[in-house]
């Protein structure tokens, strides 16, 4: 059963920083591209980062660029996305997806991503 389990979320305040995790088993993902996208209340899932498989290329939301970092450690099967000064508007629940096809390029389309996690909460208090 593949599986995508997401880690490392939680409350802080703003200008603090967090660290997500993402363990897949099941399947190896080595080969998927891999993103993180997240979702706040009453809005639609939208695009944060993503990290080709051999986690050279990288793309980035222009809202958290600068910011935000993702990468992966194959071996270890987990991508992980570093969140530092983190704004109220970062609030929400962060989801890690694992790519449709091996060596599909760096995508920031949510319709590319078969493989999905349960989701984190994020919360950013002002």
């Known amino acids: 059963q593949v599986q995508l389990v997401e880690s490392g979320g939680g409350l802080v305040q703003a200008g603090g920083s967090l660290r997500l995790s993402c363990a897949a088993s099941?399947?190896?993902?080595?080969?998927?591209?891999m993103g993180w996208f997240r979702q706040a209340p009453g809005k639609e899932r939208e695009f944060v980062a993503a990290?080709?498989?051999?986690?050279?290329?990288?793309n980035y939301a222009d809202s958290v660029k600068g910011r935000f970092t993702i990468s992966r450690d194959n071996a270890k099967s987990t991508i992980y996305l570093q969140m530092n000064s983190l704004k109220p508007e970062d609030t929400a629940v962060y989801y890690c997806?694992?790519?449709?096809?091996?060596?599909?390029?760096?995508?920031?389309?949510?319709?590319?991503?078969?493989?999905w996690g349960q989701g984190t909460q994020v919360t950013v208090s002002s």
């Open positions: 099941g399947r190896t993902f080595s080969r998927n591209v």
């Open positions: 997806a694992a790519g449709r096809n091996w060596g599909m390029a760096v995508t920031t389309t949510i319709d590319d991503y078969e493989y």
């Open positions: 990290i080709s498989w051999i986690g050279t290329n990288n």
